[in-house]
């Protein structure tokens, strides 16, 4: 553990704002200061499955399954 506090972000899910729910929270993490938080990312592909994502959203693959 750090001992930084941790923020979890949730993005994608069911509804049809999908992609842009993608693209803020990509916005969010890029902001967000990594020597003050640690940063879980978590998907929700269009089926609702949740998956730990990285926390470059480069590097995102949320597909249905």
Same mark, same amino acid.
């Given at each position: 553990? #750090?001992?930084?506090?941790?923020? *979890?972000?949730?993005?994608?899910?069911?509804? #049809?704002?999908?992609?842009?729910?993608?693209?803020? *929270?990509?916005?969010?993490?890029?902001?967000?200061?990594?020597?003050?938080?640690?940063?879980? *990312?978590?998907?929700?592909?269009?089926?609702? @499955?949740?998956?730990?994502? #990285?926390?470059?959203? *480069? @590097?995102? @693959?949320?597909?249905?399954?």
């Amino acid at each position: 553990m #750090s001992g930084r506090p941790t923020v *979890a972000v949730l993005f994608g899910g069911r509804s #049809s704002e999908h992609g842009v729910s993608c693209v803020t *929270a990509g916005g969010v993490l890029g902001a967000l200061d990594r020597e003050r938080w640690d940063v879980i *990312a978590v998907g929700i592909t269009r089926d609702g @499955r949740w998956t730990l994502q #990285s926390d470059d959203p *480069a @590097r995102w @693959r949320i597909v249905d399954g």
